[in-house]
């Protein structure tokens, strides 16, 4: 068994292998995407659940304060997993696999943006609310860890986090989303000639 220092060591030396293997272009893509959806007029909704659904909402906030200029169009981002009551009221009245897509048939339009967070890349709810979101004419973005799971299959892209160490693949996953922010605000910022 590991020592305490042991444990810290190994997960430290497995968050920097994992993030010098971080697929850089593919995330400039998925940046890129998101850019053209945003001039588009469209909208984007973010999902995960645990550890990903703070992620989630940590993102969808990022995106709709941490990319607005003054007098210009804002992005519209909704994490799908803020609302309490109709988590819970779609997990009681129906099931916990329909928690997602149940809210994007309220929202979801062709062209709109749909981000789901998964460690493990093979969450029923997850990948219902993708295979939903694709049926309508979403991009779908998928950010997952270990081997991608089932999400890579589905999702249009899937930014795949090399390693099963869920602490590491959680804290990468942030990583990229302040990656995919902050390459999103130098855009907004260079039409409002604020970059």
């Not at 803020?82 to 928690?99: C, F, G, K, P, R």
């Not at 950010?143 to 890579?152: F, N, P, S």
Request: net charge negative.
């Amino acid at each position: 068994m590991e020592t305490v220092e042991e444990s810290i060591t190994t997960y430290l030396a497995e968050v920097k292998a994992s993030m010098e293997a971080l697929p850089l272009d593919e995330i400039k893509d998925v940046a890129a995407a998101i850019y053209e959806a945003y001039k588009s007029g469209r909208q984007v909704f973010i999902m995960g659940n645990g550890g990903s659904a703070a992620a989630a909402t940590h993102f969808a906030c990022d995106l709709t304060k941490g990319t607005a200029f003054p007098n210009r169009r804002r992005l519209r981002a909704t994490s799908l997993v803020d609302n309490i009551a109709l988590l819970t009221a779609w997990s009681n009245d129906q099931a916990y696999e329909d928690v997602f897509v149940e809210q994007l048939t309220d929202m979801i339009g062709a062209g709109d943006v749909v981000i789901a967070i998964s460690t493990s890349g093979d969450s029923p709810n997850i990948l219902r609310a993708i295979a939903y979101a694709n049926h309508c004419g979403a991009l779908t973005i998928g950010l997952a860890g270990a081997d991608g799971g089932r999400l890579k299959d589905i999702a249009q892209h899937c930014l795949i986090v090399p390693t099963r160490c869920v602490e590491a693949t959680e804290g990468l996953h942030l990583v990229i989303l302040h990656a995919i922010k902050l390459w999103l605000r130098g855009m907004i910022g260079l039409e409002s000639g604020l970059s």
